[in-house]
């Protein structure tokens, strides 16, 4: 008897609340598209979706910038990054090639939609870190609300577009400027261009369990309104090699809370926030986490200490500095490199006792940001062709919760 195993990947939608809603696909390498179902376009498969609809979002070769206006709240879904087999990509997963960036523009209409595992990214060997991600603006005076972005590549955000924007969540994100372009500074959520007008704000903005792991601006508030802007930052990964600051939360009130800043916290504008239980190697002058009512953060933390090019002489995180070993081979994938280190200063170090960064907490991290849906990944059949009688065809399915 022949057994056939191999891998397929349905990504079936946990969260659709209509009883008649419909998936469609864009970037589907179909030998023959399905009608209501396959589009050629981002923008026509929302114009033929209804509410609660979901679009499933795939990589092609060559990349593809899906762009779409978005009037109607709709889940779309990706495929998830790094997970092309190539170097530092992340193993055992489906080996998924090609690239894809989606270009949003949100109307208030689009409030409520979720957002999940969209964006590519791929390390070269020649630690070149190739992104396609997700970048999203809003049509002026919309006020857009209730917006879940989960475990996304994200190249840019754009709020406080002169209306107000309240319960904005990014989850198990990863925040990387497009084309490897560390020193544009275009990696933000809140555009410092554009200023809210009429007292409007940006409320309840929750960033949680996000990796900001390269060269790029954070949260930028220095033109926005200084009264009313409201969030949480929680069990994010800061790093930054240059003495520029983080963030700048201009007098906001943020609760900033169990993040780890590998080379010092440099956020800005911080006297209305309240640090809690953080992580730093140093502090710059006159931020607010260095003041008495902030409490259980520690300071002067050493990440590294000097030594060879080997995975050994990381104190908090297992591939930082280096994530190679004596004989010069990778060890970690780019995002799993930041996991911690058991004795490190960061774990056990939070405000529930749990660990600090992206990957403690109750919603940790996710690895190659793999969508919140189940995945079809092993089927077993008797042969590879049917026969009289019982077909009996096994499948083994995946959580990605």
Known sequence: MLRKTFTIALFAVLTITTANAAIRRVGFTATNPVSGVDYTSLQAAHDAAAIGDTIQIYPTNPGTTWTCTMTKRLNLFGTGYLTDGGYNANTGLQNITGQCSVNLTLDAGASGSLFTGIGTAKMTEN?????DGLTIGIVQFSSVNNIIIKRCIVNSVTLANYAPNDSWTFSQCRFHPPNNNY???SCYLINPNIPTVGGNAVTNLRVENCLFTDNTQRVNLSNAANTGNTGQIVNCIFYRSDPIYHSNFNNASFLIQ??????????????NCIFQNNITASLQSGNTMNIASSSGNKYGVIFNTTGGNTNNFNTVFVGYPYNVDNSNNTVFSEDAKWQLKASSAASGANTTGGDCGAFGGPNKYKLAGIPTAPAFYKLTAPSNTTG????TITFSVRSNN
């Open 258 to 271: 169990n993040n780890i800043y590998v080379n010092g916290n440099n956020d800005v504008g911080t006297s």
């Open 388 to 391: 009289v009688g019982p077909y």
């Open 127 to 131: 630690a070149q870190f190739t992104v």
């Open 183 to 185: 020193d544009d500074i």
